[in-house]
Structure formats: structure tokens, C-alpha cells
């Protein structure tokens, strides 16, 4: 019991020390070193090492096969040189095995090289001046903390490595780290909690949580500020219907790397998360079979996404609202998640191109792309889902990438569900399509819109119905000639009919000044009039004078049918208005002129091009 000692030199309990009871030494001013190396302490009940307060103005040396059953407690202490504990056991499975918070270190601290800890190991609010080492540790308390370190500074890395191992929660909440954390190779066992819990965390270098690195419990670096990458190549995360990784407004100087066999079983969160390079992916495999597999909405990042090389995620890859700032590149991928989205990318900004291709198989569930955009689409069908799982509303792009035909285009466009029609992917192929100067590809998505419309559009019976004639007629005014022909069939017929009947005495002049037999009649003058009775009915043959027009079937169909000409035919010659067969030549007769109002109005504005503007 040394409370408050006072030392000008060092202090050493070494070379088989060993306590049974409490060693104390709170608010202990050590002039040089405190050394404990090799030493035994045993107080299974209460401290084995109790210092809160301490000062010293060298180390403190707790190593070389130091073993201590019971508390250690450095509560506060000031700490001149480095706090080393390699190779040292502490055991205190029912509280804490290294109790530090508020510890400050000129140097270093050091839990490595086979140092084992049952129980937590706090550094609460620690400040330690150079780096905080773990590497090869091995930290047990499965009930709380293996590592508690909310709120430490450190000046240099924190190394959680090279077969480091925590059963117990890792927690690094707040801490301000000088340089990188490295994880890599490192496992982590929480099953029931968080594996590690770093919210907040903001790191001068990068993060890396790589090399076989496995964690049983939720990742978790919300909000954490990393000044360089995020490396995850290789990692399992196991934390079945949870969070495998949540890292939702997590910001990075550079890289995120979720690839090289990365695996995690529970839902990967960026929600919101700034990423300064790239998002890649490549071959990994995400799994949470009833939920999200990535979970990604209004993520940014300076460089691209790379879900690719065999990437697979059983479970919806969510994007909404994200702002790629390279590509999306999603060639090789495997995408299932039935009856739900498989992918959803709504409003997502890509300023590269969006890749979607050589798929697998194609994608089990929806495909979302309403409302996104991108400088070009580059696809080859093996990604589109299953008919009505495609979604295109508002998906806007500048080109597509090449082989893909005008057929094969509109088989995409078609995929969209049913049961609702939205104009403006079709709009979007056609804008396209005539960009790059496919006239003609462009010309038949726009007559197979116009063709959905009808089907799948509320309309009415009647707008129904004359849809249906435009297409027949002028494919909505983008082949107006087709109408030339249906206006040839009509005059042909008409020609045969007419002749027909002025050749059978059907057809009569209709102006006052006719001959009959050798008779000259005059309407006009009121003479004869048993004459005009007898025309009513008998068959006299017709004469006319050498001024009148002559009769011309084609001629008549012709002046008949157009209504903006006048070729002095009609005016002149009309059906006999008695009798069944002038009476049907005259119905005949209305009926072309009608047909003749239609066909020549929808021709008009079939080539003016209004039905275009519809």
C-alpha cells in the first residue's frame, strides 16, 4: 500500500514479484519507471493493481510474462514514456482486466505479443501519444467490452491485428485516431451485439478491416470520418437478420473496398454515406435473403460503384437518391431478391455510364431504374428481369452501348409492368435513336408506343377506335404515305362502280338542258310538260349537248371524294334518285364522299405531321 508515494527514481516490482492482495499505488508520483516485468499479482475479488492517478515520468512495464488475477487499474494516470503490457495475462472474468479511461502516455501503449485479457480492457477517454497496439492479443469478456476505448486519442494507429482476437464487443466510439486502424487478419465475436462499434470515429489514415478478417455481430462505423480508405477485401461479417456492416454517413477520403471474397450474411448500410473514390465490390457476396443486401440510398461518392467479377447479392441492392460520380458497373453480377426489388435505383446520378451486362442469370425481382440518369446505358439483355418486373420511369441517358437493335430495344421497353403505360421511355429510346442518327429505329419506337398506348392506356371506347384507324391509316403520322393506298383502293373501286352505272342509264345528268330521243326539252321555259312527267320514270335515252361535260368515272370518284378540289363532275352528274338500284348507287355515292372527308383530312394531317405532336 503506497498511496501518493513520492519517487525521485523508478519503482520496480519485477523478476518473480509476486502479491497476493492488493498492490496500490494511487496518486503515485513515480520519477522514472514503474516495472512489473515478470511480476505476479492476485486479488481475485478486487485489484491486483490499483494507480489511479499515477504519474510517472518514464514507462510502465507490465510485461515479460506479467500475470495478474484481479483488477489493474490506471484510472487517470500520466504516463511520461509508453504503457507496455506484451505478453501479459490479465484475468478478471467477472469485471474489468485493464481499467485506463482518462490515461494519458507520452509514448505508446502496448497490449500484444500473446497479452490476454478475460475481462474488459477499458481506455475510456485515453490519450495516448503514439500509436495503441493489439497486434496477436486476445480479449475475452462474451457478456460486455472486450475492448472499451469510447472517446480515445490516439497520436498514432490503433493495430487490432495479426491474429488479434476479441470475444466481447470492440468499442471505438468518438475516438480520434492519428493514423490508421488496421484490423486486418483479426476476429471479432459478438454474436448477440456489435463485433465493433466505431460511430463517430475519425481516423487520420485508413481502415482497414481486410486480410481474413472476420466479425460474428454488427460492424458499425456510423458517421465515422476516415481520412483514407475503407478496406474490406476478403472480410466475413456474419450478423444473420441484422447488420453485418452499418455505416450509414460514414465519409472516406478515399476507396471503400468490399471485394476479393468479401461475405457478408445480414444487411450492408451506406445510407448517406460520402465516399471520396470508388465503391467496388468486385466478387463479393452479400446475403440477407428476407431484407436489403446492400442498403445504399443517397450514398456519394467522387469515383464509381463496382457491383461486378461475380458480385452476388441474394437480398435487395438499394441506390435510391445516390450520386455515383464515375460509373455503375454491374457486369457479372447475380441479383436475387423474388417478389421484391432486386435492384432499386431511383434517382440515382450517374455521371459516368451504367453497365449492365453479362449477367449470370438474369436478375430474380424488380429492376428499378425511375426516374436515374447517366451519360449512356450499356446493356446486352442478359439483365433485364422477367416480364413487368422492369422499371423505366423518368430513366434518362444520353446513348446506349452498341449491338442492340431497334427489336431488342423495344423487348425492354416491354418488360414494364401492364397494367399502367408511362410515355417517357419510349421518348427517351426515340431521343436517342435519333441522336445517333437511327431514323427509322426511332420511326418504329414511336409507332409501338403510340401501339402500347392504345393497349395499355385509359382510354375511352371511342379514342380506342380511333387510334386504331390512325395506326391503319398513317401509323399515327409517322408513315403517312401508307394512307396513298387506301385512297388508291377507294378510287379504283369507286371507278368501277360509277362506270357501272352510267353504263346501265344509273347515273343522269343533273343541269336542266338535256336531249331526249329527238326531243329538246327546256325545264326552264315550263314547255311540255307531259314531257318531264314521262322522264320520271321511262327510260328514254339520254343526249346531251355538245358543251356539257362529258361523264368521267374516274373523274366523278375523284371530284367526289376530295373535298378541297371541284374537277366539274360532280356538279353535273348525280344518281338516278329512283329506284332500288339508283337509290343504292346514291347511298354509295354518300358514303364515298364521307370516306373521302376522312381520308383526305387524315391525310392532311398525317403529313403536316399534327398526329406526331399528340
Request: aromatic share 10%.
Amino acid at each position: 500500500s503506497a498511496d501518493r508515494i513520492e519517487t525521485g527514481g523508478s519503482i520496480f516490482l519485477r523478476g518473480g514479484f509476486t502479491a497476493k492482495g492488493a498492490v496500490r499505488l494511487p496518486g503515485a508520483n513515480i520519477g522514472g519507471a514503474l516495472s512489473c516485468g515478470g511480476a505476479t499479482l492476485e486479488n481475485p475479488d478486487g485489484n491486483a493493481l490499483h494507480a489511479d492517478g499515477m504519474e510517472t515520468g518514464g514507462s510502465v512495464f507490465l510485461r515479460g510474462g506479467f500475470t495478474a488475477k484481479g483488477e489493474v487499474r490506471l484510472l487517470g494516470a500520466n504516463i511520461g514514456g509508453t504503457l507496455s503490457c506484451v505478453g501479459a495475462t490479465l484475468e478478471n472474468p467477472d469485471g474489468d482486466a485493464l481499467s485506463a479511461d482518462g490515461i494519458e502516455t507520452g509514448g505508446s501503449v502496448f497490449l500484444r505479443g500473446g497479452f490476454t485479457a478475460k475481462g474488459a480492457v477499458r481506455l475510456l477517454g485515453a490519450n495516448i501519444g503514439g500509436a495503441l497496439s493489439c497486434v496477436g492479443a486476445t480479449l475475452e469478456n462474451p457478456d460486455g467490452s472486450a475492448l472499451h476505448a469510447d472517446g480515445m486519442e490516439t497520436g498514432g494507429g490503433v493495430f487490432l491485428r495479426g491474429g488479434f482476437t476479441a470475444k466481447g464487443e470492440v468499442r471505438l466510439l468518438g475516438t480520434k485516431i492519428g493514423g490508421d486502424l488496421e484490423c486486418s487478419g483479426a476476429t471479432l465475436e459478438n454474436p448477440d451485439g456489435n463485433a465493433l462499434s466505431a460511430d463517430g470515429m475519425e481516423t487520420g489514415g485508413s481502415v482497414f478491416l481486410d486480410d481474413g478478417f472476420a466479425a460474428k455481430g454488427e460492424v458499425r462505423l456510423l458517421g465515422a470520418r476516415i481520412g483514407g480508405q475503407l478496406a474490406c477485401s476478403g472480410a466475413t461479417l456474419e450478423n444473420p437478420g441484422g447488420y453485418a456492416l452499418c455505416a450509414d454517413g460514414m465519409e472516406t477520403g478515399g476507396d471503400v473496398f468490399l471485394r476479393g471474397g468479401f461475405t457478408a450474411k445480414g444487411e450492408v448500410r451506406l445510407l448517406g454515406a460520402n465516399i471520396g473514390g470508388d465503391l467496388s465490390c468486385i466478387g463479393a457476396t452479400l446475403e440477407n435473403p428476407d431484407g436489403n443486401a446492400l442498403h445504399a440510398d443517397r450514398m456519394e461518392t467522387g469515383g464509381g460503384v463496382f457491383l461486378r467479377g461475380g458480385f452476388t447479392a441474394k437480398g435487395a441492392v438499394r441506390l435510391p437518391g445516390a450520386k455515383v460520380g464515375g460509373s455503375l458497373d454491374c457486369t457479372d453480377a447475380t441479383l436475387e431478391n423474388p417478389d421484391r426489388n432486386a435492384f432499386s435505383a431511383q434517382r440515382m446520378v450517374v455521371e459516368g455510364g451504367i453497365f449492365w451486362r453479362n449477367f449470370q442469370k438474369p436478375p430474380v425481382g424488380n429492376v428499378n431504374f425511375t426516374h436515374a440518369s447517366a451519360s449512356v446505358f450499356v446493356d446486352d439483355g442478359t439483365g433485364w428481369p422477367a416480364d413487368r418486373d422492369l422499371f423505366l420511369d423518368g430513366f434518362s441517358y444520353k446513348a446506349f452501348g452498341p449491338g442492340m437493335n431497334c427489336k431488342q430495344r423495344l423487348e425492354w421497353l416491354r418488360r414494364q409492368p401492364s397494367d399502367w403505360f408511362f410515355p417517357q421511355p419510349y421518348e427517351q429510346v426515340i431521343k436517342v435513336f435519333k441522336n445517333a442518327g437511327r431514323e427509322h429505329d426511332a420511326r418504329a419506337i414511336a409507332i409501338a408506343k403510340r401501339d402500347d398506348f392504345c393497349e395499355r392506356g385509359n382510354l375511352s371506347r371511342r379514342h380506342r377506335l380511333w387510334l386504331k384507324l390512325l395506326r391503319a391509316t398513317v401509323r399515327y403520322g409517322y408513315e403517312p404515305w401508307r394512307i396513298l393506298g387506301y385512297i388508291g383502293v377507294a378510287l379504283a373501286f369507286a371507278l368501277m362502280v360509277f362506270n357501272s352505272g352510267y353504263q346501265n342509264g344509273l347515273i343522269h345528268p343533273s343541269k336542266e338542258r338535256v336531249f331526249v330521243d329527238d326531243c329538246y326539252v327546256d325545264f326552264d321555259a315550263g314547255c311540255g310538260g307531259w314531257i318531264t312527267e314521262q322522264l320520271k320514270w321511262t327510260d328514254h335515252r339520254i343526249r346531251i349537248p355538245a358543251d356539257y361535260p362529258e361523264f368521267n368515272a374516274l373523274v366523278y370518284a375523284a371530284d367526289a371524294f376530295f373535298p378541297f378540289v371541284n374537277l366539274h363532275q360532280e356538279d353535273f352528274w348525280l344518281p338516278k334518285a329512283d329506284g332500288r338500284r339508283g337509290g343504292l348507287l346514291r347511298f354509295y355515292l354518300w358514303l364515298h364522299i364521307a370516306l373521302g372527308w376522312i381520308l383526305s383530312t387524315i391525310a392532311v394531317l398525317g403529313f403536316t405531321g399534327v398526329f406526331k405532336k399528340d
